[in-house]
């Protein structure tokens, strides 16, 4: 009998843009989406769902055991940078921002993240990044840390 590592640990990644710059217009994000999808599967990583707004996006996946939240989003944005960097389909330099969000979905409630990431569009004619954002440290219990205070 062999050993195998099995989970089920449900997290909704979210990050940004350097400087919360509004970088992808929609036929960027389209492609920037359609890009990490295929990347994540190359990497062994199963993505229900991602969404790239002009400043943030948010990708619900099943961390798999081989990856910690670290090396997944290292993973994800360290490639999706170089990919739109290199297929230039944004004006200028494109860079992600330092740090991010990760945030436990009970299994239960995929089905309702899935759908909040794909109404993001609709989400935000009624509330900010900034504000969605502050939203999540509150309901998970979080406090905003300052530099030097880990």
């Given at each position: 009998?062999s050993?195998?590592?099995?989970?089920?640990?449900?997290?909704?990644?979210?990050?940004?843009?350097?400087?919360?710059?509004?970088?992808?217009?929609?036929?960027?994000?389209?492609?920037?989406?359609?890009?990490?999808?295929?990347?994540?599967l190359?990497?062994?990583?199963?993505?229900?769902?991602?969404?790239?707004?002009?400043?943030?996006?948010h990708?619900?996946i099943?961390?798999?055991?081989?990856?910690?939240?670290?090396?997944?989003?290292?993973?994800?944005?360290?490639g999706?940078?170089?990919?739109?960097?290199?297929?230039?389909?944004?004006?200028?330099?494109?860079?992600?921002?330092?740090?991010?969000?990760?945030?436990?979905?009970?299994?239960?409630?995929?089905?309702?993240?899935?759908?909040?990431?794909?109404?993001?569009?609709?989400?935000?004619?009624?509330?900010?990044?900034?504000?969605?954002?502050?939203?999540?440290?509150?309901?998970?219990?979080?406090?905003?840390?300052?530099?030097?205070?880990?």
């Amino acid at each position: 009998m062999s050993t195998h590592s099995y989970s089920r640990l449900w997290i909704h990644l979210i990050w940004e843009t350097l400087g919360r710059e509004p970088m992808l217009d929609k036929r960027a994000a389209a492609k920037a989406s359609s890009f990490l999808n295929e990347y994540s599967l190359e990497k062994g990583i199963y993505m229900k769902i991602n969404y790239f707004n002009a400043d943030h996006t948010h990708a619900l996946i099943d961390l798999p055991t081989r990856y910690s939240i670290e090396e997944v989003i290292k993973l994800l944005k360290g490639g999706s940078s170089y990919w739109i960097n290199h297929n230039r389909i944004v004006k200028g330099r494109f860079a992600w921002g330092v740090g991010y969000g990760a945030f436990s979905v009970s299994h239960s409630d995929v089905g309702r993240v899935a759908r909040y990431i794909a109404n993001q569009e609709e989400h935000h004619r009624k509330r900010t990044y900034a504000e969605e954002y502050a939203m999540f440290v509150k309901r998970y219990g979080l406090e905003w840390r300052t530099e030097g205070n880990h």
